[in-house]
């Protein structure tokens, strides 16, 4: 029985969808793909005589019919998802009804816009001493986010901070997180990450709903929050010549 692939794309680049991912988009019958959030670029690789979906008008159960029938047909299918589809991929759904008809799934990861976001700021998550934890969420919208999860609620780890789908509720954002994070914490938005229409906004806690506003960002952004965005930080000890470890003995 042919078989359906759920291929993440990446954060927009039609460069970063890996190696795997693209000889996958080349060599499938079928290609559904989330046209509102994947750039078409990214699946011109396709063969000729591929056929096309853009989900993005598409429902679930409309999604669903196009891959049974394809596979009845013992053709191929590639799912294609923004960024990484293992983060609100909307995967399950699919899935599971497809594996319960007996047709092989399987998940190629992508790059996801949150790490994307810290690429273009040019930082990382996790710095000694000032951040060993990364958490990943959003706020309440359409979507209901359960009650141990609300933001105050994960903002009392004053952990790193990457919030998803939340761009256009900035001040409620802002609010949650100021109830444990000091005013001073900085805080970026970066729209559309690794897009040609990429931006960038950096500031703090007490300011970013502010640029957010003035710059009238709503969607396709993350918010990013968290000391890891500051100067302050200790050097790993991974390339410290006073540390001993499998491959390197200490110079000291």
Not at 19 to 38: H, N, P, T, W
Not at 54 to 66: G, H, I, R, Y
Not at 167 to 177: P, R, S
Not at 188 to 215: C, F, H, M, N, Y
């Given at each position: 029985?042919?078989?359906?692939?759920?291929?993440?794309?990446?954060?927009?680049?039609?460069?970063?969808?890996?190696?795997?991912?693209?000889?996958?988009?080349?060599?499938?019958?079928?290609?559904?793909?989330?046209?509102?959030?994947?750039?078409?670029?990214?699946?011109?690789?396709?063969?000729?005589?591929?056929?096309?979906?853009?989900?993005?008008?598409?429902?679930?159960?409309?999604?669903?019919?196009?891959?049974?029938?394809?596979?009845?047909?013992?053709?191929?299918?590639?799912?294609?998802?923004?960024?990484?589809?293992?983060?609100?991929?909307?995967?399950?759904?699919?899935?599971?009804?497809?594996?319960?008809?007996?047709?092989?799934?399987?998940?190629?990861?992508?790059?996801?816009?949150?790490?994307?976001?810290?690429?273009?700021?040019?930082?990382?998550?996790?710095?000694?001493?000032?951040?060993?934890?990364?958490?990943?969420?959003?706020?309440?919208?359409?979507?209901?986010?359960?009650?141990?999860?609300?933001?105050?609620?994960?903002?009392?780890?004053?952990?790193?901070?990457?919030?998803?789908?939340?761009?256009?509720?900035?001040?409620?954002v802002v609010k949650k997180l100021k109830k444990h994070y000091p005013g001073s914490t900085p805080a970026a938005v970066v729209q559309r990450a690794s897009w040609p229409e990429q931006e960038?906004l950096i500031g703090t806690l007490d300011d970013i709903a502010q640029k957010v506003e003035k710059e009238k960002i709503t969607k396709t952004a993350q918010i990013l929050v968290g000391n890891?965005?500051?100067?302050?930080?200790?050097?790993?000890?991974?390339?410290?010549?006073?540390?001993?470890?499998?491959?390197?003995?200490?110079?000291?």
């Amino acid at each position: 029985m042919s078989k359906v692939y759920f291929v993440g794309a990446g954060p927009g680049d039609p460069e970063l969808i890996t190696v795997k991912g693209r000889k996958i988009v080349e060599k499938v019958d079928v290609v559904i793909y989330a046209g509102s959030l994947v750039p078409i670029e990214v699946v011109n690789c396709r063969k000729d005589k591929a056929k096309i979906y853009n989900s993005a008008s598409m429902t679930l159960d409309e999604v669903l019919k196009v891959i049974e029938k394809s596979v009845a047909e013992e053709k191929t299918v590639a799912r294609i998802h923004t960024g990484d589809p293992s983060i609100y991929g909307a995967i399950r759904e699919q899935i599971d009804p497809l594996e319960e008809l007996g047709i092989e799934c399987e998940v190629i990861p992508g790059v996801s816009s949150f790490t994307a976001s810290a690429a273009a700021l040019k930082k990382e998550f996790t710095l000694p001493d000032v951040s060993q934890t990364v958490i990943c969420t959003r706020v309440a919208g359409r979507t209901s986010v359960p009650e141990d999860e609300d933001l105050d609620k994960l903002a009392s780890h004053k952990a790193s901070m990457a919030i998803f789908l939340s761009v256009g509720m900035i001040n409620e954002v802002v609010k949650k997180l100021k109830k444990h994070y000091p005013g001073s914490t900085p805080a970026a938005v970066v729209q559309r990450a690794s897009w040609p229409e990429q931006e960038i906004l950096i500031g703090t806690l007490d300011d970013i709903a502010q640029k957010v506003e003035k710059e009238k960002i709503t969607k396709t952004a993350q918010i990013l929050v968290g000391n890891f965005l500051g100067n302050e930080y200790k050097k790993s000890k991974l390339y410290d010549e006073k540390f001993t470890h499998e491959y390197r003995k200490s110079k000291r």
